[in-house]
């Protein structure tokens, strides 16, 4: 009888643990809300993904000063420097959607010259959350019949 109770509490236990992984690549389990999460910092971009193919190395933007901020209240900003080195800062606003599983970018334009292997516009208003924690947080999307998938470090 004591066996099948401590069974069936390890049973639950398991389940409450499994269900809590929000994000396809973690965390598996944090008590810090998403939002907390995201807005704690600014995230620099650390790689670059088209259709499960390491990019970094092809992107044309000074990856060492792109930045983006997602702000309590909804603001969000993108800064860097593009292909002349000139300083790009672009602000609009953020909001999750799909039981925060997404977000729903709003305001910021497209990047024309993201990439040197393809010519065409670099954008998206919905991306897919893959991985958000206290360190890291990785995002994609869909755009020009491409999967794009951007992993960014905080910097602060």
């Not at 269900?19 to 907390?36: H, I, M, N, R």
């Not at 010259?113 to 393809?118: G, Q, R």
């Not at 959350?129 to 869909?142: A, S, V």
Request: proline share 1%.
């Amino acid at each position: 009888m004591k066996t099948t109770k401590y069974l069936l509490l390890l049973i639950t236990i398991s389940l409450f643990f499994w269900g809590c992984k929000k994000y396809e690549d973690g965390p598996f389990f944090t008590l810090v809300s998403a939002q907390s999460r995201l807005v704690n910092h600014q995230w620099a971009l650390d790689q670059y993904l088209r259709n499960n193919v390491d990019e970094t190395s092809y992107i044309v933007i000074n990856t060492i000063t792109y930045l983006e901020t997602y702000g309590k209240d909804g603001t969000y900003t993108v800064s860097y420097y593009d292909d002349s080195n000139k300083s790009i800062n672009e602000s609009g606003k953020w909001e999750f959607e799909n039981k925060k599983d997404g977000l729903h970018l709003s305001g910021i334009s497209s990047y024309s010259k993201f990439c040197s292997t393809y010519s065409y516009s670099l954008s998206s208003s919905h991306v897919t959350i893959l991985k958000l924690t206290k360190d890291e947080y990785w995002y994609t999307f869909e755009d020009g019949g491409d999967t794009h998938e951007l992993h960014l470090k905080a910097v602060n």
